[in-house]
Structures are given as C-alpha cells and as structure tokens.
C-alpha cells in the first residue's frame, strides 16, 4: 500500500508566476491536509478537505491560495501569484474516514517550493 | 486547542535511553497527546498517542501523569538514526470537522556515537 505521495518534490517558480502542487493521499483515504513548514520551524495547518468539500480553511491565507479535492484525482493546492514569502516546505497529510480511533495522519514527503 | 511547551534540544548517545518532557497546562477533557517525528527533509511520522497513564509500542513509551498537564515519550536505546524533530502535540481524537493539527518548534534530538 503506497504512502502519501506528492509532487513535484521540488518546485521553483519566479515572482509572479503560479504554483502547482499536488498530493495523492494513501488509498482508501478521504481525508486530506495541508501543512506549511518555513526553516527550523514546525508545521502549520493550512486547510482540510474531504472529497469535494472543504472543512476547515482557516489555515489559508486570504488571497492567493486555494486549495481543492476533486472526486477523481489528486489534491491540489494552488499559489498564484507567488511571491518570495512563499518559499517553504508544502506538506499533504491524508487520514481514514471519520470514525478512526484516533487522529493519526500520515505525512507525504513534501514539496519544497523555491521563489526567486 | 492546548499550547505545548517541549525543549528546544537534546542531546544524547547511543544506547541510552531519552525522555523529552512536554508541557501542557491547558489540556482539555477530550484533547488525546500524540508525538510526531521528523527526519530532515521528510514529512512527520506519528510515534505514539495516549489519553492517561501509560502507553507502550514497538517504538516508544509514553507516561501521562493523573493531572495530564505534562507527558514523557521515551526513547529506549536510542541509536545515531533517532536523531531528529521530536513534536508534541495536544488535540481533539476527532471524528467530525476538527482535523488540524497544531505543531510547536518541537524538540530536536541529536544523538551522539
């Protein structure tokens, strides 16, 4: 059973440019996170989202970011316009269906986004 | 959600045995305790979660005092590959809309030869 699984791995954009990433939670999860770490900090929440529906955005920023979790496909979180502020370590986290005993999340690699 | 307090860092050599304390006055009833790890450029990974008294895995222990203001992971013989950010975390065991989880700075263990 393959893990969580993002890409790219690595991403670099230019000012003013979009950023792309993706997350493709383990299988047989429905749940989905996403998780922004600056250098020699922890995570921060960002968003949650089931199958076509946000949760909980209270993570986002207010403009520029958005984030979605279509019936097919991979999660997708989206940074337009990007700026240098912007440059961290992106993470998707994925988790059963509500119901689990616990709140385990299972963590991608991440995508590391550089904005020069 | 409760705040966590954990040292910045720690320092130990292998074979020996680490206990990383984590502070959290605010704890609500229903808040569980978890312990993520991290290893540079990866994703956390749970270790070990628990209400009360103590939990044991293949990993690691956990001891939660009656009070549940504080917990200890401890780390038996740890080894050169334990060295990474050790995370606490306070919050719901969910099953409806609260997914998010709250990380702090964590602690980060270096383990010596």
């Known amino acids: 059973n393959a893990g969580v699984m993002q890409n790219p791995r690595h991403l670099v954009r230019r000012r003013g440019q979009e950023a792309r990433l993706r997350c493709s939670p383990m299988k047989g999860h429905s749940h989905v996170y996403w998780y922004r770490q600056l250098p020699e900090e922890g995570l921060k929440f960002m968003v949650y989202l089931q199958k076509e529906n946000i949760i909980d955005e209270s993570g986002m920023p207010k403009e520029r970011f958005s984030a979605e979790f279509p019936k097919e496909g991979p999660s997708i979180l989206r940074i337009q316009q990007v700026v240098r502020g912007d440059s961290a370590a992106y993470f998707c986290a994925s988790s059963p269906s509500a119901g689990s005993s616990y709140n385990e999340q299972f963590f991608g690699p991440g995508t590391r986004l550089t904005v020069l | 959600l409760a705040k966590t307090t954990q040292p910045i860092s720690m320092d130990s050599y292998e074979g020996q045995e680490v206990n990383i304390t984590c502070s959290h006055n605010?704890?609500?009833?229903?808040?569980?305790i978890t312990w993520y790890q991290q290893f540079p450029s990866q994703g956390p990974r749970f270790i070990i979660q628990g209400y009360k008294t103590k939990v044991t895995n293949e990993v690691a222990s956990l001891f939660i005092p009656a009070d549940r203001k504080s917990s200890t992971l401890s780390l038996p013989r740890v080894s050169l590959s334990d060295t990474a950010v050790y995370y606490c975390l306070v919050g719901l065991n969910y099953g409806g809309s609260q997914g998010n989880l709250i990380f702090g700075k964590g602690t980060k263990l270096s383990v010596k030869p």
């Open positions: 605010n704890i609500a009833t229903n808040d569980y």
